[in-house]
């Protein structure tokens, strides 16, 4: 009943973005879908699960649908592991703030301005992205935007740009928008930027009444650089006004076609801070599995009628860390490998990151050699083929009819198990199976925090509840369409 109610507004905000009116009943529900249709070429796989196992039917990709050549495989390939190079980059970002290394968000900047106006490194891939998206009502426009926890401000592509990376669909305008300001250097929120980037440096533009300026920038040579500013953000007909947002005009990086990012991170100036009043600190978020045809749902307010969970809610407390920038830590005390233990002194180490804009899950060494070791004891009958990337523990699966695939299971304080999504053990790194590989990948380091990415947050409801301090899990089935 209430779901029905939800996805009217899902078609509403599609069909009259910005329109504004009353939402009703305080859910508001936005479309998640993949940003990038089809990359990966999916196996119509029959799942079920065992006793501890899932059992996944493996078909040939045949005939029908038209295969890609020698050379289309290859460059989807190269298409990949660019993905997974940026992927693996920002994990490294990450760490750098997780770590709290003072210094390295400096130099992160410093990298930043050196690559101002300058092509990043690599190939269209970086163009691409596997992340999430949500489009939502800013001005008088649309902006379709990556859904990302562990970002604190929320910016788009404004025109006229100096530099931007590929968008599909228009830029904001902010000349079009008569409900648009940017913000002075000595408004509130400049000062809560400044806490969040860690820099003082360059935040004041000169003139009379200076604007305040940003530089988010990410290992890779990514970066969006523009002004603070605030307009009127609508989501799915709740109209928030004076909503505090970056107006990006020299931007590049891995962004897919998206107008940019939304920043749903645990700090002052993210879209989950702001919309207190009308949300109450709560959103969740349900991942599909195919990246087309299916849409997930980002659900903005706490009420879990609207949530088509087939298992009860569970919830984890929020370990709250000093160096607590935008993150959600939570506390990862186990991980089961076809309903068997794994045994790691690195669980001591609690405090993971809940991440919806890492694809793959990184863990510390220790814990992710743990945890190979019993997949490849229970995967034994299976061969071996080279690693791709950061995935290094890869099979060729050509030929098997059927694959029994161990289940995977997080433990977070106060025995809270996830069982991960069939569709996130494996990745399918080439469509012929012959490079199938766990989809997990090794931090550097002992000292890194280990990132829980949406690869193996699919087909959950995942709930963040920043007042209560506690993160919910719950199995959903979430390709809605
Ligand atoms: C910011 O500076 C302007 C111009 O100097 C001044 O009019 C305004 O009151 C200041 N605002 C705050 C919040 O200090
Ligand atoms: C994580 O949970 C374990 C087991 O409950 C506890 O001993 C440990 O102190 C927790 N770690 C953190 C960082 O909260
Ligand atoms: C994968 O296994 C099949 C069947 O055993 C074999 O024919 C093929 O050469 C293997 N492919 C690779 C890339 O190793």
Not at 256 to 268: P, W
Not at 281 to 307: A, I, M, N, Q, R
Request: charged share 15%.
């Amino acid at each position: 009943m209430a779901w029905g109610a939800c996805t009217l507004l899902l078609l509403l905000l599609l069909v009259v973005l910005g329109a504004g009116g009353g939402g009703g009943g305080g859910v508001h529900c936005l479309e998640v879908t993949r940003s990038r249709r089809a990359l990966q070429r999916r196996h119509h796989l029959r799942s079920r699960a065992e006793s501890g196992a899932t059992i996944l039917e493996l078909r040939h990709h045949g005939g029908g649908g038209g295969g890609l050549g020698k050379s289309g495989e290859r460059s989807r390939e190269e298409e990949l592991g660019g993905l997974f190079s940026s992927d693996a980059a920002r994990v490294s970002s990450l760490q750098r703030r997780a770590g709290g290394g003072g210094g390295s968000w400096a130099e992160d900047e410093a990298a930043a301005a050196a690559a101002t106006g300058r092509v990043p490194v690599t190939s269209g891939a970086r163009l691409r992205t596997l992340n999430y998206v949500a489009t939502v009502g800013l001005g008088g426009g649309e902006a379709t935007v990556i859904v990302d926890t562990a970002s604190e401000l929320t910016w788009v592509q404004c025109a006229p740009c100096a530099s931007c990376h590929d968008q599909q669909g228009p830029l904001f305008d902010p000349a079009s928008s008569p409900s648009y300001a940017v913000l002075p250097c000595n408004s509130s929120s400049c000062d809560a930027l400044q806490v969040a980037t860690g820099s003082a440096a360059g935040a004041c533009g000169g003139g009379e009444q200076p604007s305040c300026s940003y530089t988010l920038s990410y290992r890779d040579g990514s970066y969006s650089q523009g002004v603070l500013a605030h307009d009127k953000l609508s989501l799915a007909g709740e109209v928030i006004d004076g909503f505090v947002f970056g107006c990006g005009t020299s931007n590049q990086g891995p962004f897919g076609g998206t107008s940019g990012l939304m920043g749903l991170g645990r700090s002052q100036l993210s879209l989950i801070s702001q919309t207190m009043d009308q949300f109450g600190g709560v959103f969740s978020y349900c991942l599909p599995p195919k990246e087309s045809e299916s849409s997930g749902s980002l659900v903005l307010g706490g009420d879990t009628s609207v949530y088509r969970n087939s298992t009860p809610i569970v919830y984890t407390t929020m370990v709250s860390d000093p160096v607590q920038g935008p993150f959600y830590f939570v506390n990862l005390t186990g991980i089961t490998i076809g309903g068997q233990e794994v045994e790691s002194s690195g669980f001591s180490a609690g405090k993971v990151i809940v991440d919806s804009g890492t694809i793959i899950t990184s863990l510390v060494p220790s814990v992710y050699n743990a945890v190979k070791a019993e997949f490849l004891s229970q995967f034994a009958e299976y061969p071996q083929a080279p690693g791709f990337s950061i995935l290094d523990t890869c099979f060729n699966l050509t030929g098997f009819r059927e694959v029994q695939i161990p289940s995977l299971k997080f433990v977070f304080e106060g025995n809270v198990e996830v069982e991960v999504d069939s569709s996130g053990a494996l990745y399918f790194v080439s469509s012929d199976s012959s490079q199938v590989c766990l989809a997990l990948a090794s931090l550097k380091s002992e000292y890194e925090t280990s990132i829980i990415g949406n690869y193996q947050q699919k087909n959950l409801r995942v709930i963040f509840d920043t007042l209560g301090s506690q993160i919910g899990f719950a199995q959903e089935t979430c390709d809605y369409i």
